[in-house]
């Protein structure tokens, strides 16, 4: 597995060459409850962007984007958020500068706050002609920091889990959550920043959804591939 960090730029620049494909993991720094860390969403991304370069060696791994927008979650500690434009900019920005060097570029994002911002993002850079692809992991379950985001975490960073601090938080299904979310934030239906019932995650039902994740990624990652840049459509 090639990491952008700890390369020089020579052999970036070979790589490059021989067709690899740039995965950079978004995240975010926002609380999820009172058991998971507040790396989740970017340890995350990162988890799943290195388990896709293990199964596909063109791809190369961008040190992570850990900001992001997450103002839903203000009111609790340890949550950083640059908000909605700054996120977009910072994304056009990375999008511009990484497809110098790269004929493809993902923007592997595992936080939901960022869709709006990312999905922005890709279309001033689509229409700049530049090959930034965005990337979302297509697992089902509860909202934030319930039983899937547990899981991944218990297989992804088990120490970090404070299992002994999980609780249920608002269980009412996201259709009905999400209007509420955009009016009062996370703060208006869970004191203790839950979506869900992280009770009954488990290590092995987080490592499933990985290896789901990173096989969709390698796939995505695979197609670029035999695309030309010229030809490239974002999403």
């Known amino acids: 597995m ?46 799943v962007a290195e388990a896709a370069a293990a199964l596909d060696p063109s791809v190369v791994v961008a040190p992570p984007v850990a900001y992001g927008s997450s ?13 909605r ?11 511009r500068s990484a497809s110098v060097t790269f004929a493809h570029v993902v923007l592997a994002c595992t936080h939901g706050g960022n869709a ?3 999905a922005r993002a890709l279309a001033r850079l689509a229409d700049e002609g530049h090959p930034v692809t965005g990337w979302w992991p297509r697992w089902e379950g509860d909202l934030h920091a319930g039983r899937t985001e547990t899981s991944l975490m218990l297989a992804i960073a088990p120490d970090t889990v404070r299992t002994d601090r999980m609780v249920a938080g608002d269980l009412r299904p996201a259709d009905e959550l999400l209007p509420l979310l955009r009016t009062g934030g996370v703060r208006s239906v869970s004191a203790s920043g839950v979506l869900g019932d992280p009770t ?20 995505v990652v695979a197609d670029l591939r035999r695309r030309p840049a010229a030809q490239e459509v974002t999403p």
Request: charged share 20%; net charge negative; aromatic share 2%.
């Open 2 to 47: 090639t990491r952008l960090d700890g390369s020089c730029w020579p052999s970036l620049a070979d790589l490059a060459d021989a067709g690899a494909v740039l995965v950079v993991p978004v995240g975010a720094t926002e609380q999820h409850g009172p058991h998971l860390p507040v790396t989740t969403d970017t340890d995350i991304a990162v988890a």
């Open 116 to 118: 709006v911002p990312l």
């Open 85 to 95: 434009e700054a996120t977009e900019s910072l994304l056009v920005e990375l999008g």
């Open 200 to 219: 009954g995650a488990t290590a092995d039902e987080g490592h499933r959804l990985i290896r789901a994740a990173a096989a969709d990624l390698a796939t």
């Open 71 to 83: 103002g839903e979650h203000d009111g609790f500690a340890g949550t950083l958020s640059l908000g």
